[in-house]
């Protein structure tokens, strides 16, 4: 079964960058649409970036503009880049496809 795993986060001044990936053990994304998704402390998961199959990518309106979701070409890693990060982008991200998880990595916003 194929494996996902998150990186890249960690604790960041508001206004601060990070660079997340979700590496997978096989070059799944190439064919497989993905999600970005984040949970904050008491709240539900939700979808941050998304990126079809095609390439074609959609943002949630609270990371428009700061966000920007990528792939490799040998479909091997998807990248989230955050750029002018926000106390309340603090939480645990995930990437996800073909109904998969990764075990998430946690990206912490203060100063």
């Known amino acids: 079964q194929v494996q996902l795993e998150e990186s890249g986060g960690g604790l960041v001044q508001p206004g601060g960058s990070l660079r997340l990936a979700c590496s997978a053990s096989e070059g799944i994304f190439r064919r497989n649409a993905m999600g970005w998704y984040r949970q904050a402390p008491g709240k539900q998961r939700e979808l941050v970036a998304s990126?079809?199959?095609?390439?074609?990518?959609s943002y949630a309106e609270s990371v428009k503009g700061r966000f920007t979701i990528a792939k490799t070409a040998n479909g091997y890693t998807v990248f989230l880049q955050m750029y002018g990060l926000k106390p309340e982008d603090t939480g645990v991200y995930y990437c996800?496809?073909?109904?998969?998880w990764g075990q998430g990595t946690q990206v912490t916003v203060s100063s």
């Open positions: 990126l079809t199959e095609g390439g074609s990518r």
């Open positions: 996800r496809t073909r109904g998969l």
